[in-house]
């Protein structure tokens, strides 16, 4: 490393002075306080170029449909809606199989295995986004035009949610491909926390008479339910912020309907698609305000997963 | 990581390198209507003038109109002309220069129909108003005697980034709809009543060449360029036509005078061989450009593009400038400080 | 009798089941890497390493420039991002009292959690605007601004891993504390470190959100301020478009920067290997 042994020559002439130590601690302090710096210029210039339409919309700008750049109306509902759809969907699909390998991998396979599979989850997560959506437009559109909304039409048509068109694009497909960009830190935070739970936990159940599966249902599960939902938060986090993804099969339409098999649009996708090519100085305020919607929206959600997570190691690192 | 040290403070310098090397780079953003024209335009004026290069991103005319207005590039391309307001906007007040004509045209993905659909304005309004739904509807058959429409949905693509081809088309349809105008008028972005989005001419073409059954709007190279089927159209003369450089070029002559700006609809223009959804493109060019070694290469590029940049036009499916236009375009130039 | 069997096969069909789950997602890398090899592999010729791309419609040309450019931009990034979250990392674990690395930390994890799509409006709002021009600068701003809290709470977590005896040796010997951290923890915790970084990096040369409105694109070779090619965005045209041949070039391109990603990490992972663990 270059960068430390850098750090105590530059300011040995300072160092007299002040204290070696001193110096070592202010220097690292302005790079800290640079995050913090850059944060709250970040929500500065959100919250500044988000003006026009702030004060134009106020609260209504969430709760309006409206997003018509001729009428200069603009709100913010089927975007959010859409996020949230495709996030749930995102999780229904997601959560099972997430867990469910989770507890394989902590609980059944082979050490060696185990580690390598989890290896290869970890490299899952660090395929970008615009891979899955190259891959997406190209596999899973037809697929799900030609086979899997056709069939479910077939089978549950008369609910309202599989009705209309079938495009291939759509909350359903995004939704999809969500899943697979999520499950990987499902899969790592989960097994994270069935791993700190206790090995008292297991072998009691067993001794009681449990098979595996109860043992993991009823003993291992409830003891690191906190950690699993922290890491759902957290997928759920990744799926409200993803962009690139989402906006090449979502069909972007910006309007709310009732099925899934629609096209729609998510906050990142409209912010992605208009951003830079919106004419209107209150449509690009309008863009920025949905920014500042994101942005509240993940940190809270962040929040939540974070304090689980810490919450759920703590208690197993007490225990065990 | 010492030698990633070394090695980024060699590779950094190559790579700033890179510009030294460059001439006079003219950056500049917007529609992707004219775009397969321009980015061979540039193409060939680089080869000719090795010292100058444009770099043009086709990110839609929303985007040349909004990165003109930011200063963000030196100049803009829009198929809508600016308002006066938009004119206000910008700093420098931006010119208005014609480049060619193009034509939207309607392109289709009708599985198993081969033939050429008819559309009139009603059925072009009615399918993305949303009031047609199906290909075998009486509003579309009794315009295609005999010919076999399946009784499939229609599926309905525009686009979802800020695009002057879809002001062509909304445009349009406000001067051949009432319906259309009062619910959804003529901008580069419009609230769509349904349908997918698609970013830029080639990603609508891309989505209907991937689907089934779907009917979207662009400018006809990329329809022949993909070698997908459009429509002929019905025009104001009651007339179906087929887009073509010559019905382009019929619907500039025989359109109202040009005026002095240059921003001018020719869209459901009159007369009997006129293809009606045409439109000129433009780029738009400030009025003052500060640095000398700039402005005399946009310049360059101006007249250049009117005279032998023209003659590339029918090879990509666009239609000259008429005489006239290009003259007083001559002068306009003469206004850039 | 019955209803230990039922107790059994209920234990077999779920256990079987939690299995399936772990084959499945594990195979989808598989699926994605076997699917771009496939399409991409074939376009893999020289001209795609050293040609610069075509216009619309027209065929051949490569993309030269947009692996030079998003090298120019990760590489920019990274001086910017690592540097500084290095040092930040350094002040959470090594001079932390309560209230600021507190609050430090929870603002790292918030920048951490900002959507990269936001983190493009504000690089464009901050650099693109008062510049005056789509640029790698703004681009790597952008991007530095996610490698910052990553690389800083991932130095942070390796340097509170150094076993504390190492750390009062050292100061017993009567060192200072930098000279110690500078000397004694730092290159304890190196491996660590650098696994983090590299992560990190990988992390943000496959974004793609980011970059669409700050450095934008460019289909010249280009210097830092102006518009530059990236591999992330030059993909995301290229497979939104109808052309067969940008397909093309969009699959060869996925398929490069994939093999680049996953190479980044799984070096990452052998540099830990033979080190410290992976915390947490």
New interface residues.
Partial sequence: ?????A??RSSTAVRRRFG??E???G??????????A??V??VW??WV?SALSREKFGLGFIIST??????EKYGALPFIYGTLITSFLALLISV??????A???S???PQRLSNT?T??????A??????????A???L??LM?SYVEPGIQAIAGDLPVFQG?????GYLTAGVILA?MT??YI?SVSR?ALLAVPREQREAALALGA????ST?QAVLPFARLGIIGSIFLAL?RA?????AVT?VI?????IQASLFA?G?TI?AV?????????G?T??AA??EL?LV??VL??VI?AMA?LMIIVT?KKGSAKG | ??KL?VLASIALPALFAVTAMGAETINAAGATFPAPIYQKWFGEYKMAHPDVQINYQA?????G???LTEGTVDFGASDMPLTDE?IK?VKVKPLHFPTVLGAVVLSYNIPGFSGTLKLTPEAIAGIYLGEIKKWNDPKLTSANPGAKLPAS?I?VVHR????GTSFIFTDYLSKVSSEWKMK????????????????GNDGVEG?VK???GSIGYVELIYAVQNKMAFADVKNAAGKFMTPSFQSVSEAAAASKEMPADFRASITDAPGVKTYPISSFTWLLIPSEIKDPARKKAITGFLSWMMTTGQKDCEALSYAQLPKAVVAREQKQIALIK | MSRNSR??A??NI??A??????F???S??FL?LA??VY?GAKSLNPSFFTQLPVGEGQTGGGIANAIVGSAEVVLLATLIGL??G???G???A??GGKT??F??RY?????N??????????A???VVVPMHHFSAIAGALALS?ML??IT?RSTEQFLLEVPRPLREGALALGA????T??TVI??AA?KG?MTGMI?GV??I?????PL??TS?SNQYWSGISEPTASL?VT??NY??SAYEDW?QL??AA?LV??VL??LA??AA?MVISRGASVP?
């Fill in positions: 490393m270059a960068t430390p042994t750090l105590p070696a130590d110096v070592a601690y220097l690292t302090l302005i790079f800290a306080f640079l995050i913090i850059v944060t210029l970040l210039e959100l170029h409206a997003w018509d750049p001729v009428a099972p199989l997430g867990v469910g390998a507890i394989y991998l609980e059944l396979a599979l290896f290869l989850v970890e490299l899952l660090a395929v970008p986004s615009v891979i899955y959506g190259l891959i437009i190209f596999t559109v037809p035009r068109h079938i495009f291939g694009y697979v499950f990987p899969i994270e098979t595996k599966w109860e249902y986090a409200l912020g993803e962009t690139m090449m069909g972007n339409s910006n309007a096209p649009q990142a912010i992605a698609n208009e951003f830079s090519e919106a004419t100085n449509y690009l863009l920025v920014g994101l942005f993940t940190m962040n974070q190691t | 990581m010492k040290v990110i839609g005319s929303g985007g109109i909004r990165q938009q906007a949905d599926q979802s980034d800020g695009s959804v008028g003529a901008n580069t972005s419009v609230s769509w009543p349904l349908g997918l989005g698609g970013k989505l991937q689907t089934p | 107790r059994n209920v234990n779920m256990l089941l939690c299995g399936v789950c772990a499945l997602t594990v989808t890398l994605i699917y771009l399409n540097p500084v290095f040092m930040a350094v002040y959470l090594e001079f600021i690395p609050i430090v603002t790292a994890d918030l920048l959690g900002i959507p990269s799509i936001v983190i493009g409006i504000f464009w709002t901050v601004v910052v809290p800083a200072n504390k930098w000279k951290i500078a730092v290159p190196r470190i992560l990988a992390r040369s496959g974004e793609t959100a669409l409105f934008l992330p993909i995301y497979a939104t397909h969009a699959w996925g920067l994939l990603v996953l990490n799984i992972r947490r």
